[in-house]
């Protein structure tokens, strides 16, 4: 398949774009888009500003300034290539699909991946949205959270068949002084299945724009054990912005995530991928602020690229964006999808074995759907029709139907 190339400015993102048909064909971004945060030191909480040594593994490692950039080349270096490993199979997708029209409850689900059986795994309360799957490496285990009506997000496993759910410790005491409005959600799994990046916010909220104090990512046991704290974004800013949906790179050294900036953050509004090592350093910014990459992103099974899909608008359900590919480098950014004007997309999963994506999808007017193509953007086809329930954030494991 042939692929026109264009160049994408460090201003303003002009990737051209295919008519919107089932055969899709790429188009390339050009390289050295990486822009990102410079390195600080010493930019720790104050003494009594977040009193967070009791689930702090270690004082706080350097990190970045999302505004600035300084990023030495060994930091961008992409992971050398691990030995070859057998290819793993494609399982089931999980997703979140909402159980009523006022989209105030959801639940976890799987699906296979030709749609035809489709399983309801979680029994939320009324008012409660179980949401942000995640498979555990071996495809035994589901990781979600589960946030009520006093918005106090919290993470919860479960096994395949739905059976188990059971909640992790929270960090903290919900009284404690740093709980305030504590909430820990968007699990993700290491590849060794040992550990569980998460956002967790916390802090005073601001009622005006609807913006809480303190939010960062964290790795913690799958225990609930060991916590430690791996971003300090906006540890001296504070309500300047939100981290979430981390996802882990293959060989377990990097985590990629998505930081959205509130209207008092560096630039205002805006949203892009971050990554950070494993141990928190070497955060920089991977897509540029112009893209809008957001939600959850994707690490292809052999670790040399990054799928992500990005949002034209101050809303997660404007029409528009795209679901893109970027080196970990932050180079070759590819869009897979065209741009009509009236289709919204949500965020998109590699299957295991890195030959085919699902992603959710809405037509204007229309509610959320799951469908699947292949790894370069052709064979676009639709795996649920569930009007009214709005399936979306699909995540591809390798469990098989049980029979």
């Not at 699990?187 to 009622?207: C, I, K, M």
């Not at 225990?223 to 293959?250: C, E, H, K, M």
């Not at 699902?358 to 953007?377: C, I, K, P, V």
Request: glycine share 10%.
């Amino acid at each position: 398949m042939t692929r026109t190339r264009t160049r994408l400015s460090r201003t303003t993102p002009t990737i051209h774009r295919t008519t919107p048909t089932t055969a899709r064909t790429r188009h390339r971004a050009g390289a050295g888009l990486l822009l990102a945060g410079a390195l600080l030191t010493g930019c720790g909480a104050q003494p009594g500003e977040i009193p967070l040594s009791e689930i702090r593994a270690e004082s706080p490692t350097p990190t970045a300034d999302p505004a600035v950039a300084t990023v030495t080349p060994e930091v961008l270096g992409a992971a050398e290539a691990a030995p070859a490993a057998p290819t793993p199979p494609n399982g089931l997708i999980a997703g979140r699909v909402f159980l009523d029209q006022g989209r105030l409850t959801s639940a976890i689900f799987t699906v296979t991946a030709d749609g035809k059986t489709r399983q309801q795994l979680t029994q939320p309360p009324e008012q409660t949205r179980d949401d942000h799957p995640a498979w555990s490496p071996d495809g035994t285990t589901i990781a979600f959270d589960r946030t009520s009506g006093d918005s106090r997000g919290r993470l919860w496993i479960t096994g395949v068949d739905g059976r188990k759910a059971q909640q992790l410790g929270a960090l903290c005491e919900a009284d404690a002084p740093d709980c305030l409005n504590e909430a820990e959600t968007t699990p993700a799994w290491s590849p060794d299945g040992t550990r569980l990046a998460f956002t967790r916010a916390w802090g005073e909220s601001d009622p005006e724009d609807d913006q809480i104090q303190y939010s960062d990512l964290y790795v913690i046991a799958t225990d609930g054990t060991t916590a430690q704290r791996i971003t300090f974004l906006n540890n001296d800013v504070p309500y300047s912005g939100d981290v979430t949906d981390p996802a882990w790179s293959p060989d377990g050294t990097q985590i990629v995530f998505s930081y959205r900036t509130s209207a008092t953050g560096q630039p205002a509004n805006s949203r892009a991928l971050y990554l950070v090592n494993a141990d928190g350093t070497g955060l920089h910014r991977l897509t540029p602020w112009e893209l809008r990459a957001g939600e959850r992103a994707s690490w292809s099974p052999d670790g040399g690229h990054i799928l992500f899909t990005s949002y034209p608008g101050d809303t997660d359900n404007a029409p528009g964006g795209g679901i893109y590919t970027v080196q970990p480098d932050g180079t070759a950014i590819e869009a897979l999808t065209p741009d009509p004007s009236d289709t919204t997309y949500g965020n998109a999963t590699y299957s295991p074995d890195g030959t085919t994506i699902a992603f959710a999808q809405a037509a204007a007017g229309g509610t959320s759907e799951l469908y699947t193509m292949n790894s370069d953007g052709t064979d676009v086809a639709r795996l649920s029709d569930t009007p009214g329930h709005e399936e979306g954030r699909p995540t591809w494991g390798t469990a098989q139907p049980q029979r």
